[in-house]
């Protein structure tokens, strides 16, 4: 008999999450370590700053009904909301299960049996506490899952845990909880939702917190969650067990001087280095660039000066250089100062169309600036696809917003409310940086016929080199009201290749998990996880890259649902969870 276990809920939403007894003491750095002052704001204000979070009785804070637009009202029409569009229910609360095994499914073909390995991957994993909502999607509880495969046994294990962040864990002290129920808000300034609905003392110069959200990294034998609003938690990769911050193998965390470590590192297969970005917010503005080797040591760093406070979600590698793209989705300075006393930093951003979209190529080398120049009209987006070098240029490939940012960021605000059209998607950019020109040109690539998409994949193998097939998250058709497809872009015949689900049925980001023998764009299997909104659960289905159309080669059916995840990472040859799950079997 297999035996698997939901951790109990202890503030009663549908979903169970996990009971305060459940909870596991997180070590985190000094309180003083996250303060503003020692963000390098050396200036009485920054003084203030310190005092404020070190100094100030808690019982100073008060805290009321809301300011923010999340209240038990607008709440109220929450289940009309998810009754109208079943894709919706894809958000509510994850369900943290212990390892459990479970069986592949629905197998048709025999050379499945090849694959072997760990599946991580992150999510949004609650958007909402009782009546108390967050207020963008990106600011939901960091919640990875995991999914070991041996296609030799035909075996799979699945487990599932939130990451006890520092503001995961206040949120669930009980009083928090209640108070969260009833509609007054987040326990922690989250960086687009104030802490307790907007009061300024529980705002008041502090910093946003860090959900630990995004994406999943393997990087040597550690297993990281990551969200570039804060530093990487470290997981047990069988348990998912949080056992607390960590970055650098060398040098120690404390003494890097780091404060925030992108969610979209690059790793050059090759040579199995890792590249990252950071944004500092000592004066002046910069952001970070990091060059670290395969075992995690950081080998290199050097800032890029910023004129504006920049959001930047990813960036690109080539075998020469390191690629910036920053789009013109800024925070003017009175919008920073205003977050200072009522929270929200990310709802300050701005679309400021007149600054173009900024590309800067740095060189591997020496992280030596090499290229520094603005596109306008600038293009806006969220993630790369891939950058690579052709002769004395750099091409770089982008999943570019369709329509405005706003219209996006508005979506982003409200996922239980959202509306999505191809406005609202993307489509393929390839912007060519020629470096002795000094001159960016852009243009769209790809099949006409490729439906809107976000969260663009390639083959690992390829990153930073001239590659051919791009995989999508896409909506087919366009009147889709979420993603409900993958695809594969051929970009050399301009061919489209797309496995499309049930009725019912959503998609999220394709991974491509890498076969056997040669190291080929198609030798590899495409594996998403699908919530089914039919039955309320979720399920992973397993593709041969080139022939998406066939449909699945194989399933791992889960007992729960999962919220729909951003990214995550395979680590082949690894099945920790698996070798977890044994222990449950009764």
């Given at each position: 008999m297999l035996a698997w276990q939901a951790l109990p809920s202890s503030h009663g939403l549908r979903n169970p999450i996990l009971t305060q007894s459940a909870v596991t003491p997180t070590p985190t750095p000094s309180s003083a370590r996250r303060t503003w002052a020692e963000l390098h704001w050396a200036s009485p204000l920054g003084l203030l700053v310190f005092w404020s979070r070190r100094a100030r009785p808690s019982s100073?804070?008060?805290?009321?009904?809301?300011r923010t637009s999340k209240t038990s009202v607008e709440t109220a029409d929450l289940e009309e909301c998810l009754a109208k569009e079943p894709w919706r229910r894809g958000f509510e609360a994850a369900e943290e299960l212990e390892p459990v095994e479970l069986e592949i499914t629905d197998v048709r073909w025999s050379s499945m049996?090849?694959?072997?390995?760990?599946?991580?991957?992150?999510?949004?994993?609650?958007?909402?506490?009782?009546?108390?909502?967050?207020?963008?999607?990106?600011?939901?509880?960091g919640f990875v899952f995991a999914l070991s495969i041996d296609g030799t046994k035909r075996k799979a294990a699945f487990a599932s845990r939130f990451v006890r962040t520092s503001r995961f864990l206040a949120q669930e002290e009980p009083s928090a909880l209640a108070r969260a129920k009833e509609g007054l808000g987040m326990?922690?300034?989250?960086?687009?939702?104030?802490?307790?609905?907007?009061?300024?003392?529980?705002n008041v110069f502090r910093i946003p917190t860090n959900p630990a959200n995004t994406s999943v990294l393997w990087w040597g034998d550690r297993l990281l969650?990551?969200?570039?609003?804060?530093?990487?938690?470290?997981?047990?990769?069988?348990t998912l067990e949080t056992l607390g911050e960590a970055l650098f193998t060398s040098p120690e965390l404390s003494e890097s001087g780091v404060f925030f470590f992108s969610a979209h590192p690059k790793r050059d297969a090759s040579s199995g280095e890792l590249f990252n970005i950071g944004i500092t917010l000592g004066m002046p503005l910069s952001l970070e660039v990091y060059c670290c080797s395969a075992a995690g040591e950081l080998r290199q760093r050097s800032k890029v000066p910023l004129k504006e406070l920049t959001f930047v979600h990813d960036f690109a590698i080539t075998e020469k250089y390191i690629v910036l793209i920053l789009p013109p989705w800024v925070c003017p300075v009175e919008g920073v100062l205003q977050s200072l006393w009522e929270g929200g930093l990310g709802s300050k951003f701005q679309w400021q169309e007149d600054l173009g979209t900024r590309c800067v190529l740095l060189r591997r080398s020496d992280l030596s600036t090499v290229f520094d120049e603005t596109l306008k009209p600038p293009v806006s987006l969220?993630?790369?696809?891939?950058?690579?070098?052709?002769?004395?240029?750099v091409v770089l490939q982008v999943a570019a917003h369709n329509g405005s940012r706003e219209?996006?960021?508005?979506?982003?605000?409200?996922?239980?409310?959202?509306?999505?059209?191809?406005?609202?998607?993307?489509?393929l950019k390839e912007l060519v940086l020629d470096i002795s020109a000094g001159q960016i040109s852009v243009s769209s690539v790809g099949p006409a016929e490729a439906a809107s998409f976000e969260l663009p994949t390639i083959h690992p193998a390829f990153v930073g080199r001239k590659h051919r097939h791009v995989f999508t998250n896409s909506a087919f058709p366009s009147t889709a009201g979420f993603a409900n497809s993958i695809e594969r872009l051929d970009l050399e015949k301009n061919l489209l290749d797309r496995a499309r689900f049930d009725a019912g049925q959503f998609a999220g980001e394709p991974m491509i998990l890498p076969k056997t023998g040669p190291q080929e764009e198609l030798n590899a299997y495409v594996c998403t996880c699908v919530y089914d909104a039919n039955v309320h659960?979720?399920?992973?289905?397993?593709?041969d890259a080139g022939n998406l159309a066939a449909g699945p080669v194989a399933k791992v059916h889960l007992p729960t649902h999962v919220p729909y995840s951003f990214h995550g990472d395979w680590v082949p040859g690894f099945v920790p969870v698996m070798d977890d799950a044994r222990l449950t079997v009764t």
């Open positions: 100073w804070r008060v805290r009321r009904r809301a049996l090849d694959l072997k390995g760990t599946i991580y991957r992150n999510a949004s994993g609650r958007l909402r506490v009782g009546c108390s909502e967050y207020l963008h999607w990106f600011d939901g509880d326990a922690s300034a989250c960086p687009w939702t104030p802490a307790a609905n907007g009061d300024f003392f529980s969650a990551l969200c570039e609003g804060g530093l990487p938690y470290r997981l047990n990769p069988g969220y993630h790369t696809v891939n950058a690579f070098d052709q002769g004395e240029a219209e996006v960021e508005r979506n982003f605000q409200d996922m239980y409310r959202s509306t999505w059209t191809d406005e609202t998607r993307c489509c659960k979720s399920f992973f289905a397993f593709f």
